[in-house]
């Protein structure tokens, strides 16, 4: 069985990253781009490992190095949680091959223990990045035994375990209510979003937001943690104790959740992805009068329905304007000069005020729809192709979806901070110009960079939106033209005057795209 | 004498820089032909098929459509040719419905011939019943058809067709045998590809064989063939140039 399972495991692996296609067939083309997603992908890990290191000193040096085991195993359930349940529908269930690997002469467990490998060494990836910086400040600071260090780095592969069992019994629950609707896709997407904010929410909570200590807060998010979380709480007292009867507690509860998912699924596997499969038809149309449009509603409403139509990219290009929403309803709540007080720094509230108009940078460029629209035409491309219409109008609908959904979030959140930093005339103006300008900016670069770096034989819509070289670039275009403001505001000692002259640079800059874009003509390579 | 609806002039396509997809080829499509093309796989069918389509771009030659260039007049050109590839995959998020709206709005068809249309070709076809569900529940059939009721919306002058009758039914392809047909008679032409050399025989009245790029035979059906059948000629001209 294991025999089986290992090759079904190195088949997968074969197929993610394009990794066989680039031994046996890759073009120059190809090998740049698999450079660039490594590169890419390198220095997000160096970001991520360093924010991570960062965050645990940080504890260290407010005296809460005793914490960080708690937060350590909330940091993983929090990303594993997320990875799962955005990735669990393509890797689990509906995969393309499925027909051909149940026909082969494995067991469902087997398949299903391969699958979830699949799933766990991606989660296992992304906590390592995240843990084991934080793992060894700790490590260091609270100067362990021996015992400790053993259990920090059995800890790195048994914390996944528990959160990927949960997220893959709420993707499961998920589906099988969406499966009673006709729009399961749209119902998926709003259950998923729902799910997401009541963890978010939840993992806000805490009894002292309002201290202006940031000890006793750091220290009632630790409390409020291990409380609601309780394997944070065994490891805590395994790794801070030296306890091995927590320790192993933990690993049981872990290895368990982790059994009893798989015995579970593989019993109800086959029935699972065939009920999957099964397509809602109706029969018996009878036609009705047709609604007539110009060919770019006729390519915007495609472009529209197309974005719905698959919950994994809405839900990934949808999650930045709608933290920034967030973020602008908490600072209605929210005075400044707490900040003051919180880091011990005069002036702190004020200079967060004018910094407001790039505040949203961050979360507007993090994933626009466009850096992915080329790409999702895949096999259908040669629609567009061949139809009688000018390539930037097809362009220009694509970048449309991105406008419609951004801009009344952006404007709604700009008019929340207006109103809950109690900014100035002129910061109010920016904090509405920038932010839209910029919103304009992401979207024709983010279709310029598809364009460049075009991903269109894909099995499964996963590949394009979470781990295409378009997808990356622009999140790192994002995050460049989010702190090079920044950057320059507290280099120059004048951020209104660089905001407003960022937001002639990205308004100039969004013309220049588009004229380039003019310029593109659609053809198969 | 018929007009011509496409002539393609030394068109000539290389994958990179070494592979020539297409050689040096030349031929001429009139009204009312139904012109069949002929080769063996990797021949170089799909690739002409795309470049008079506007889907790929081509390296030297030139193609007009109804005396507009391809290359000058793109959007004129694809306005009046309608294309269907060997593997029609269609936007399986729509309906088929709401595809052949979404293509009656590209091609600017108007409303009441729209719907008129798309009732007779769906009768016809016997897909009306399926027009209100997913593409993606379609077999295979019935994402060819939703693609061959689309081509025939818009009336086009140049019908382009890659392997049309792979995957349909023997009524369906009856039934798009006559459509063809009917289209030439009012002054159409139909351009399309196939390895079934039979179909080709029978309703094609021009034929050009292409091997390697090259295009080796092309012209009447009849003189093409002389007294001996298609696939006899089609086996002696590959062969005979190995």
């Given at each position: ?20 296609r ?25 970001l ?28 993983s359930?929090m ?9 669990g ?25 391969s ?5 766990y ?37 048994l ?15 998920i ?19 729902t ?16 201290s ?7 220290k ?33 509860l872990?290895?368990a ?9 593989s ?87 004018s ?20 790409s ?18 097809v ?27 109690k ?52 999140m ?50 | ?47 002409t ?20 260039s ?21 936007y ?31 009768d ?30 818009h009336q086009p ?86």
């Open positions: 069985m294991m025999r089986k399972c290992a090759l079904l495991f190195k088949i997968q692996l074969l197929q993610q990253f394009g990794i066989n680039l031994i046996h067939s890759g073009t120059s083309r190809e090998k740049r781009r698999m450079l660039l997603l490594f590169i890419g992908g390198v220095l997000l890990a160096l991520l490992a360093g924010y991570s290191a960062g965050a645990a000193y940080g504890y260290v040096y407010l005296g809460l190095e005793d914490l960080l085991p708690s937060m350590m195993i909330l940091i359930a990303i594993t949680l997320v990875t799962t349940f955005l990735k529908n393509g890797i689990l269930f509906g995969f393309h091959d499925y027909d051909m690997i149940m026909s082969l002469p494995v067991t469902s467990f087997t398949v299903v223990l699958r979830m490998a699949s799933v060494g991606m989660n296992l990836l992304f906590n390592l990045v995240a843990l084991v910086p934080a793992g060894i400040v700790y490590g260091s600071a609270a100067e362990l035994s021996f015992s400790s260090w053993v259990m920090l780095f059995f800890l790195l592969f914390a996944p375990l528990l959160p990927l069992a949960a997220a893959t019994l709420l993707c499961i629950l589906t099988a209510v969406s499966l009673r609707f006709r729009h399961r896709n749209l119902v998926t997407i709003l259950l998923s979003l799910l997401i904010f009541l963890f978010l929410a939840g993992s806000m909570q805490t009894s002292q937001w309002d202006r200590d940031i000890t006793a807060l750091g009632a998010a630790g409390d409020a943690v291990n409380h609601y979380y309780p394997p944070a709480s065994l490891v805590s007292k395994a790794v801070v104790s030296s306890s091995w009867a927590d320790f192993g507690l933990f690993t049981l872990s290895i959740g982790a059994l009893l998912l798989l015995a579970v699924l019993l109800f596997y086959t029935r699972l992805n065939t009920l999957l499969g099964a397509v809602h038809t109706r029969g018996g149309y009878q036609l009705k009068e047709l609604r007539v449009s110009t060919p770019f509603r006729a390519l915007f409403s495609k472009e529209l329905r197309r974005y719905f139509s698959c919950s994994i990219y809405v839900l990934n290009t949808v999650m930045g304007v709608l933290l920034l929403l967030a973020l602008s309803i908490a600072l209605v709540f929210f005075d400044p000069s707490q900040l003051e007080d919180l880091l011990n720094l005069p002036g702190a509230g004020q200079w967060f005020r910094l407001a108009p790039l505040i949203p940078l961050f979360f507007i460029g993090l994933s626009p729809t466009t850096n992915s629209s080329i999702l035409e895949g096999k259908n491309r040669w629609i567009i192709y061949s139809a009688p219409v000018e390539t930037i109008t362009f220009v609908s694509k970048i449309a979806v991105n406008l419609i959904l951004f801009l009344p979030c952006v404007l709604v959140s700009s008019l929340l901070l207006a109103l809950g930093l900014t100035g005339l002129l910061n109010t103006l920016l904090l509405f110009a920038l932010p839209v300008v910029y919103t304009f900016f992401i979207s024709v670069a983010g279709l310029m960079i598809n364009l460049k770096f075009p991903l269109y034989d894909w099995e499964s819509e996963y590949a394009v939106v979470k781990r295409g070289t378009a997808v990356l670039v622009s790192l275009l994002g995050f460049l033209t989010t702190l090079v403001p920044i950057a320059a505001a507290i280099l120059f000692q004048n951020p209104l005057a660089v905001t407003a002259v960022f937001t002639l640079l990205y308004a100039a800059l969004t013309l220049w795209i588009y004229q380039r874009l003019k310029a593109v003509k659609l053809f198969v390579a | 004498m018929a007009a011509d609806i496409l002539t393609i002039r030394h068109l000539t396509k290389t994958y990179n820089k070494e592979k020539k997809a297409v050689d040096d080829l030349s031929l001429t499509v009139q009204a009312g032909d139904i012109y069949g093309f002929i080769g063996h796989n990797g021949a170089g069918k799909t690739t098929i795309r470049a008079v389509t506007g889907v790929m771009d081509f390296d030297q030659g030139e193609i007009f459509i109804c005396g507009h391809v290359k000058k007049d793109s959007v004129q050109c694809k306005s009046m040719t309608a294309y269907i590839p060997d593997n029609p995959d269609l399986e998020h729509l309906t088929g419905i709401q595809y052949l709206n979404f293509i009656g709005d590209i091609f600017q068809v108007p409303r009441q011939e729209r719907e008129e249309r798309i009732r007779h070709y769906g016809l076809l016997e897909l009306t019943p399926n027009l209100g569900d997913l593409i993606s529940s379609y077999s295979h059939g019935m994402k060819q058809k939703t693609a061959i009721i689309s081509a025939f919306l002058r140049l019908l382009v067709l890659d392997e049309p009758f792979v995957g349909l039914d023997p009524k369906a392809s009856f039934d798009l045998k006559n459509m063809m047909h009917e289209l030439c008679g009012k002054g159409s032409a139909i351009f399309f590809s196939t390895h079934v050399l039979e179909v080709a025989e029978k309703l094609c009245n021009k034929i050009a064989i292409i091997k390697n790029g090259k295009l080796i035979a092309s012209g009447n059906t009849q003189d093409v063939r002389g007294d001996s059948s298609l696939e006899e000629v089609f086996l002696e001209v590959v062969d005979h140039d190995a």
